[in-house]
């Protein structure tokens, strides 16, 4: 009994100094690694600010293998890879993320929103999709949302484009009725493609229900009318657009026109041509009104009118046509209005412009003002080019 005893109380500062020993060890080598871990990685990061992206790279790995439990680390080499276009290697890091059974829901969304940019960027649609869907209701909905979006865009899912819009307004993240309004006419051409006419008239009341104030709808309804030979209906919807969207009237001019001639009501459209060219001229007016009226002098003298009043090479070319096909005497005052409008033209095309940077100057240079290359410009002018 005495010798256990005495066996017992030797052995205690024994187990003592051992365990001293053991926990000093494993203290100085977790100060080693907590050490060795932030001096890869801001070692990393100085490297990636001077722009050595692949020995940041390596960095980042290194300081991974050293700490392969600190997810920080791991996002920071995801979105590095991903910057590089490495993009299998970016899914592969936050894939290995998200197979951690320890990760917070904060940094497995996160995880999972990396992903989904890894899948966009490197144009994998459809996973990108699936990779998107997996954020909603998450702190990245509006993120998912606003890529579903563009993903349908880009797909011409027209109809999954409309719900991803209506749910984006009802997260209050602002209108998109002129956007929704867009994708129904898409969907209206594509009825109308297919020869499906009742489900193309309701795609256009769903476009003009969405935004009452597109104009998109409007022209489309028109001309929708024109093709079926519906002239004079087709005039009203026009009417409309001329009262409300008068810029965009431009767009029709010459549909509107035809019509007119179609269905017998020439002269009341020039009329309402006229009146709109007065407050806001423009080339396609102008050839609408051409169109309606027979007088010659009359075509002239507004074509002469609209270059003296809008100098634009359409104007130009427009009179010579004009006095070309009605061989009409060509004024000295046209020629001159004409040649000073293509001598103002071409300067934009009698400059010189560096190859190297692209900088435009009147004069040649041997050295670039912009770049400070040599040789960088060549001895033509842009427009022997």
């Known amino acids: 009994m005495d010798s256990e005893l005495q066996w017992l109380l030797l052995g205690l500062p024994i187990a003592f100094a051992l365990g001293w020993l053991a926990s000093r060890f494993d203290f100085r080598q977790l100060k080693r690694e907590q ?24 960095a980042f790995i290194e300081a991974v293998q050293q700490d392969p439990d600190t997810s920080d680390l791991h996002f920071a080499l995801g979105n590095l890879f991903r ?4 993009y299998e290697r ?52 509006t993120d998912a949302r606003l890529a579903l979006l563009t993903l349908h865009e880009r797909s011409h899912d027209w109809r999954a484009a409309v719900d991803d819009a209506l749910k984006l307004e009802r997260g209050s993240t602002g209108s998109y009725a002129s956007r929704i309004s867009h994708y129904w006419c898409e969907l209206a051409l594509e009825a109308d493609a297919k020869q499906q006419t009742s489900d193309a008239d309701d795609a256009l009341r769903r476009a ?7 104009a998109r709808p409007v022209v489309m309804a028109g001309r929708r009318l024109a093709r079926q030979d519906r002239h004079a209906e087709a005039i009203v919807v026009w009417n409309d657009l001329l ?72 104007a130009a070319q427009a009179l010579l046509h004009e006095h070309e096909t009605s061989a009409l005497p060509v ?30 100057a009147q004069h040649h240079y041997w050295q670039c003002p912009g770049c400070l290359g040599w040789d960088t410009y060549p001895p033509q002018r842009l427009e022997e080019l």
């Not at 004409?338 to 095309?349: C, E, H, P, T």
Request: proline share 4%.
């Open 331 to 360: 004024s000295s005052d046209d020629l001159s209005a004409v040649g000073d409008l293509i001598g103002r033209a071409a300067k934009a095309g009698q400059r010189y412009r560096c190859a190297a940077c692209g900088f435009d």
């Open 83 to 86: 910057r590089r276009g490495e």
């Open 208 to 214: 003009r229900d969405a935004a009452p104030q597109a």
């Open 243 to 314: 009262v409300t969207h008068p810029a965009s009237f431009n767009l029709v001019a010459a549909d509107y026109a035809a019509s007119a001639r179609a269905c017998g009501h020439a002269d009341e459209a020039r009329l309402r041509l006229l009146a709109l060219h007065d407050k806001k001229p423009s080339i396609d007016l102008l050839n609408a009104i051409g169109s309606l009226d027979a007088d010659p002098i009359a075509r002239r003298d507004r074509t002469r009118a609209q270059l003296s009043q809008l100098p634009t090479l359409s």
């Open 35 to 58: 050490r060795d871990a932030p001096k890869a990685y801001f070692k990393g990061l100085n490297l990636l600010l001077n722009e050595q992206h692949d020995k940041a790279i390596d």
């Open 90 to 141: 970016a899914v592969r890091v936050h894939q290995h993320l998200l197979n951690r059974a320890d990760l917070a829901p904060a940094e497995r969304d996160r995880a999972q929103h990396g992903l989904a940019q890894d899948f966009m960027q490197a144009g994998l649609f459809d996973r990108a999709e699936a990779a998107w869907r997996a954020l909603e209701g998450t702190a990245y909905d």
